[in-house]
């Protein structure tokens, strides 16, 4: 492999590792006005796109610890990495898919386990992990809070009782 081709493949490497989760895509057909809108969403949720060499690819992700990729890099590929949850970068791919056709997902991989197109979409579907985070801590309060109110029921109680008996007499 010639010293550029060695170089490139280094970089990809990089970024596999260097990132929970990748999203390859097939981004034939957009535009380059409609890939650098797709670059700008995608960094506004902490992801960033590369076009990738499929030959060259597909040599980084052996090295990674992946299994073989031949068959399914094919076409013209974007290779979608990022930092924060991968939910909120299939929901961008997908919303941006929805206005403009493109791109197509094609798989991907959550810390060394592959998810199909499905998969992806099904995550994408799911709600920003903010909005989990916020809705488990509420069901882990729902018994502190219905404790405390079983506990000031019969002060509360008492506290009426003894009130409507002191307006009584």
């Known amino acids: 492999m010639r010293q550029e ?3 490139i493949s280094k970089e990809y490497l990089g970024r596999l590792n260097g990132s929970p989760f990748f999203i390859v895509v097939d981004y034939q057909g957009l535009r380059v006005a409609h890939f650098t809108e797709l670059r700008k969403r995608l960094a506004k949720v902490g992801a960033e796109v590369h076009v ?34 991968i939910s909120s970068t299939a929901k961008t791919v997908k919303t941006f898919r929805s206005e403009f056709d493109r791109p197509k997902l094609k798989f991907g991989y959550l810390n060394s386990q592959r998810l199909e197109a499905a998969d992806l979409v099904s995550l994408a579907d799911l709600p920003s992990i903010e909005v989990l985070r916020s809705q488990l801590l509420g069901v882990l309060q729902a018994p502190a809070a219905k404790l405390v109110r079983l506990l000031n029921t019969p002060a509360t109680q008492l506290t009426r009782v003894l009130q409507a008996k002191a307006e009584k007499g």
Request: proline share 0%; hydrophobic share 45%; glycine share 14%.
């Open 5 to 7: 081709k060695h170089f």
């Open 52 to 85: 990738v060499k499929n030959s060259l690819f597909r040599v980084a992700a052996k090295e990674a610890g992946l299994v073989d990729l031949g068959g399914v890099l094919t076409g013209q590929l974007a290779v979608i990495t990022g930092q924060r949850d």
